[in-house]
């Protein structure tokens, strides 16, 4: 964590804002980079150098995190269909993944709300929904809350508690793991509620037509 800290910093004290919007933006596109990371050390840095301004940092934070987001969901609609089918029809999961679609087309909003909070799931949230069909203007506006809300927290505790800055760091990191696990069991137990109500009614139709 420290390493990663450190080559974070260099980057946000060379390139400033532009490290910010390119590691959010990637991240919420699918990439696996530290965003939660980047944002509070450009919080951090703000505080104590005075090169960053809060106030640009959330707005900046905002912006690239929505772009990203939506760039992850066009890629997901792209490509994603087709993937998704091609698994289907290999292993089987065709009642797999008409129980996820549904759970998307039902909590969607709440899924991607909530995955802006974890590490992770941030990255996946948009290329899923995509995949998955998600509403676009569903998806915009559950992304756009949950950027403005997950940005503006975290930006402004990495300014105010910028002297326990890898304290803070640390519980946000196992905070995130343990909130994912709970959202995970939930999603698991709900998903496999709705298969068995999948598998029940094409069994159903099955016979009808048999």
């Not at 995190?65 to 792209?78: E, P, Q, S, Y």
Request: with cysteine; proline share 2%.
């Amino acid at each position: 964590m420290h390493w990663l800290a450190h080559l974070v910093r260099v980057a946000l004290l060379r390139w400033g804002y532009l490290t910010l919007a390119g590691g959010l933006l990637g991240e919420d596109a699918g990439l696996p980079l530290p965003g939660e990371t980047i944002l509070m050390l450009a919080s951090f840095l703000a505080h104590k150098t005075h090169q960053l301004a809060l106030g640009l940092i959330i707005l900046v934070g905002f912006c690239a995190a929505v772009v990203g987001d939506n760039l992850g969901f066009l890629l997901g609609r792209w490509i994603g269909p087709r993937l998704l089918r091609w698994l289907s029809e290999k292993l089987n999961l065709e009642e797999d993944m008409a129980a996820a679609a549904d759970q998307i087309r039902r909590r969607g909003g709440i899924t991607i709300f909530s995955a802006r909070f974890i590490v992770g799931l941030r990255t996946i949230a948009g290329p899923v929904a995509g995949a998955l069909g998600m509403d676009w203007k569903r998806f915009l506006l559950a992304n756009a809350l949950g950027a403005a809300t997950w940005v503006t927290c975290i930006a402004v505790i990495g300014y105010e508690f910028a002297h326990a800055f890898g304290t803070m760091l640390g519980y946000f990191a196992k905070a995130s793991w343990i909130v994912s696990g709970g959202l995970f069991l939930a999603g698991y137990l709900y998903w496999r509620r709705r298969k068995a109500e999948i598998r029940a009614r094409n069994r159903v139709h099955a016979r009808s037509h048999g």
